[in-house]
């Protein structure tokens, strides 16, 4: 996330991975930059709803319109084969 939105792009490790998939049909595997003045919807839907969203809300202080930090915060550890971590570009 930045001024201009936000952005995504399969890591090199990931690409070159055995039988890579992609994390949604709106994202196939590439190695071009998604950009997008909003959060993307695949990610967006990983946030919690309802009590659950209510609870991190409280506890980190989080507003509701802040939805990288509500990712970041509740996604760590998701169901499936994703994880949101921060990272620096020297992992890249």
């Known amino acids: 996330e930045n001024e201009d ?5 399969y890591i090199n490790n990931y690409l070159s991975s055995n039988n890579p998939q ?4 709106t994202m196939p595997i590439s190695n071009k ?4 003045n909003i959060l993307f919807p695949f990610f967006d839907g990983l ?7 209510d609870i991190a809300q409280k506890n980190w202080k989080i507003k509701n319109n802040d939805r990288m ?15 949101v971590v921060p990272f620096n570009n020297d992992e890249l």
Do not use: M, Q, R
């Open 47 to 53: 946030i919690p709803e309802g009590w659950l969203l």
């Open 33 to 36: 930059v998604y950009k997008s």
């Open 5 to 9: 939105g936000y952005s995504f792009e």
């Open 22 to 25: 992609p994390i949604s049909l």
């Open 69 to 83: 930090s509500l990712l970041l915060v509740c996604c760590k550890d998701c169901i499936g084969a994703i994880s």
